[in-house]
């Protein structure tokens, strides 16, 4: 008989919570772009090699933090990466040369990032069976919601007290909220008698399923399939993650006032809400190519669109269309994996494409801020996104499944609580 109330809706929750406050946070950097420039001078390039810097951490860490997730839960982690996050904001408020902003942005909230995607959806994945992926697709909601409501927050903080106490604010927010939601994380269900799903731990030998099956880490890089998804994560992070930190400057240099140029960004955040939710479903019913397939193809309009758009319903109906791409894009990736190379070794493979995709995200907003100092504007840049945005789409039409090619070896089952 299953309790009345599933304790995997706090972690359900809390997974939403951190989604929302790190992405959230990282949203708002292109906010406080123009500060940086206005009080010290720094260019576009000195000020986006910080958020290189972290996206790299982010993916970095997050390999490590999976690993230790699998053998330690996700409740220390959590609790560590909101210390990392919420002291780097915090810290932020002193600042005054390029090497604090690499130390406190670049690496301490880098480590803050690094927990928001393995962590929760892998710790929803071991509470969730029959409903883990409408289940991931709240948690990934949480980060919709977080694109929408701090950037807009943090504008209306630096507008009122200044972009310092903003930070100070922020960090000591995203410190408390953290800190707090860690408390209610556990790794499994078994740890309280449960089953995922809400089922008792006494009728685990009746309900317990088949065990993980799938390519381990060697196989997996033996495969073109596994190459063709890190390339092509590689060209989506590089696009979206220019587009998280550039936007912003971008809508302000098109004559935007700052709290409408925020608006744009909020924008993309609430429709990326959508996004995760359609795409996520969508995903069920036509598989992972399809649905990356029409992500690609939304992506590369609205990409196409940005080096027209020159006043603001132009910028507006960009954030719409790419902002449903970008929901689409972080629901559907995770999915496509296990779909290709199965659940045995899911978290550490996902884990890597994921970094894979960090290393573009580190690339992209750095090349692009290079790119505006020398030339003085985003049209070349908004180019070069173009163009790896359509290599990524051309590589994903001709990926096929491995099964065609017969290289699926199921993995022997492993012991409890070593690592996969």
Request: hydrophobic share 50%.
């Amino acid at each position: 008989m299953k309790s009345k109330y599933f304790y995997g809706y706090n972690i359900v929750a809390g997974g939403f919570l951190i989604q929302a406050v790190c992405i959230g946070a990282m949203f708002t950097y292109g906010i406080f772009f123009k500060e940086f420039q206005e009080a010290f001078g720094w260019s576009r390039a000195v000020i986006s090699g910080a958020s290189s810097l972290s996206f790299f951490i982010m993916g970095a860490v997050g390999v490590l933090a999976g690993s230790l997730n699998d053998r330690i839960g996700p409740r220390l982690i959590v609790m560590v990466s909101g210390i990392s996050l919420g002291l780097g904001y915090m810290f932020m408020y002193r600042l005054s040369a390029p090497w604090q902003l690499y130390l406190l942005y670049g690496i301490l909230v880098g480590i803050g990032f690094a927990t928001h995607d393995v962590i929760t959806l892998s710790t929803v994945a071991r509470w969730f069976d029959k409903r883990r992926g409408s289940m991931s697709g709240v948690v990934k909601v949480g980060t919709g919601f977080g694109q929408l409501v701090v950037p807009m927050t943090a504008t209306a903080l630096i507008a009122a007290f200044g972009w310092r106490i903003a930070y100070l604010i922020i960090g000591a927010v995203a410190l408390a909220a953290m800190l707090a939601v860690a408390q209610v994380m556990r790794r499994d269900p078994g740890q309280m008698g449960l089953l995922p799903d809400g089922g008792l731990r006494e009728r685990q030998t009746a309900a317990s399923g088949p065990a993980e099956r799938g390519l381990n880490l060697k196989a997996a890089t033996r495969t073109l399939q596994f190459w063709i998804i890190c390339i092509a994560e590689f060209s989506v992070f590089f696009c979206m993650f220019t587009i998280i930190i550039h936007i912003v400057p971008h809508a302000r240099d098109q004559g935007l006032q700052p709290a409408a140029a925020a608006a744009v960004i909020s924008t993309i955040g609430g429709v990326s809400m959508l996004g995760r939710v359609v795409m996520g479903a969508a995903s069920d019913r036509i598989g992972g190519k399809r649905s990356l397939i029409a992500c690609f193809i939304i992506l590369l309009c609205s990409i196409t669109w940005l080096q027209l758009a020159d006043s603001a319903w132009m910028l507006f109906v960009f954030a719409v269309v790419y902002g449903f791409a970008h929901g689409g894009f972080f629901t559907v990736m995770s999915p496509t994996v296990a779909e290709l190379f199965g659940t045995g070794s899911h978290g550490l493979l996902f884990g890597l494409v994921l970094f894979s995709g960090t290393l573009g995200g580190s690339i992209g907003p750095l090349l692009t801020g290079h790119i505006f100092d020398v030339t003085g504007s985003y049209r070349a840049a908004f180019l070069v996104l173009t163009s790896l945005v359509a290599m990524g789409f051309a590589l994903i039409a001709f990926l096929r499944p491995l099964g065609v090619a017969g290289n699926v070896h199921p993995l022997q089952p492993q012991p409890a609580g070593q690592s996969k």
